[in-house]
């Protein structure tokens, strides 16, 4: 089992930076691949961005490309989301999650809570 504890949200401006991070704990050997899905206001989940977390091997979103970077320090067990140039379409509850099988970038198996990022015109 691993878990999940997210961290970093909260208000932004539009134009401006932010990065969230997510630390795992527990079964932390089994995993395989690290990732970033979204929540809008009224929209369904999406997928932000993906790690690998040996060869550490990135996919993104269009909606984010060149905006979005996606990292991890494999020793601290922890996943960051660094956001720029932030935009009010970017608004919405961001959940970390955890991959143990190759499978593909959009499955996974362990899930956080989330936490809330709000960019303001």
């Known amino acids: 089992q691993v878990q999940l504890a997210e961290s970093g949200g909260g208000p932004v401006q539009a134009g401006g930076s932010l990065r969230i991070s997510c630390a795992a704990s527990?079964?932390?050997?089994?995993?395989?691949?690290m990732g970033w899905f979204r929540q809008a206001p009224g929209k369904e989940r999406e997928f932000v961005a993906a790690?690998?977390?040996?060869?550490?091997?990135?996919y993104y979103a269009d909606s984010v490309k060149g905006r979005f970077t996606i990292s991890r320090d494999n020793a601290k067990n922890t996943v960051y989301l660094q956001m720029s140039s932030l935009k009010p379409e970017d608004t919405a509850v961001y959940t970390c999650?955890?991959?143990?099988?190759?499978?593909?970038?959009?499955?996974?198996?362990?899930w956080g809570q989330g936490t809330q990022v709000t960019v303001s015109s």
């Open positions: 999650a955890i991959g143990e099988s190759q499978a593909n970038w959009y499955r996974y198996d362990y």
């Open positions: 790690i690998r977390r040996g060869s550490g091997m990135t």
């Open positions: 527990g079964r932390t050997l089994s995993i395989y691949k």
